[in-house]
């Protein structure tokens, strides 16, 4: 099964994922804009529309799309607009991007308890829209923490 997150830069969300016990494999990329094949530099401009976001298969036998959910809202501040700590823009953003009505239901559902459970003071900004056509990253940012032996 897939889901795809932003939720900052790519490099953080996508080690924390790829560390998740069930998930198979990770890919950072572009999605939500509107170049077709868009490269890091164009993204970087933040006037193409797409978010930095991490694609990840999983195996719904050993991890659910709710606990996938859990990972994103405990890793990033959902209620800061177009960015996570220095790095500011749209491609920042936070956004979960479904693939089909179960994800949008249990996304929203999560998005509304999180909400209600007062752990932020602020309301929380994250974006939920079914998922467009995500565009992998160059090769040097895959698995970029891993490569240089950061985390």
């Given at each position: 099964?897939?889901?795809?997150?932003?939720?900052?830069?790519?490099?953080?969300?996508?080690d924390l994922f790829r560390k998740t016990k069930g998930v198979?494999?990770?890919?950072?990329?572009?999605i939500g804009g509107k170049l077709t094949n868009p490269t890091?530099?164009?993204?970087?401009?933040?006037?193409?529309?797409?978010?930095?976001?991490?694609?990840?298969?999983?195996?719904?036998?050993?991890?659910?799309?709710?606990?996938?959910?859990?990972?994103?809202?405990?890793?990033?501040?959902?209620?800061?607009?177009?960015?996570?700590?220095?790095?500011?823009?749209?491609?920042?953003?936070?956004?979960?991007?479904?693939?089909?009505?179960?994800?949008?239901?249990?996304?929203?559902?999560?998005?509304?308890?999180?909400?209600?459970?007062?752990?932020?003071?602020?309301?929380?900004?994250?974006?939920?829209?079914?998922?467009?056509?995500?565009?992998?990253?160059?090769?040097?940012?895959?698995?970029?923490?891993?490569?240089?032996?950061?985390?």
């Amino acid at each position: 099964m897939k889901a795809t997150f932003g939720a900052g830069c790519f490099w953080h969300v996508e080690d924390l994922f790829r560390k998740t016990k069930g998930v198979k494999s990770t890919q950072v990329g572009y999605i939500g804009g509107k170049l077709t094949n868009p490269t890091y530099d164009e993204v970087c401009t933040d006037i193409t529309g797409h978010a930095e976001a991490v694609q990840v298969e999983y195996d719904s036998n050993e991890i659910s799309y709710d606990e996938l959910l859990e990972v994103f809202w405990s890793n990033h501040d959902p209620t800061l607009l177009n960015r996570q700590g220095y790095d500011i823009g749209t491609q920042y953003r936070s956004a979960i991007f479904f693939h089909d009505e179960e994800q949008k239901k249990i996304a929203q559902k999560s998005k509304e308890e999180l909400e209600k459970s007062g752990k932020f003071q602020k309301h929380i900004v994250t974006e939920i829209i079914s998922a467009p056509e995500f565009y992998k990253a160059e090769e040097y940012h895959q698995k970029y923490f891993q490569k240089h032996g950061l985390f």
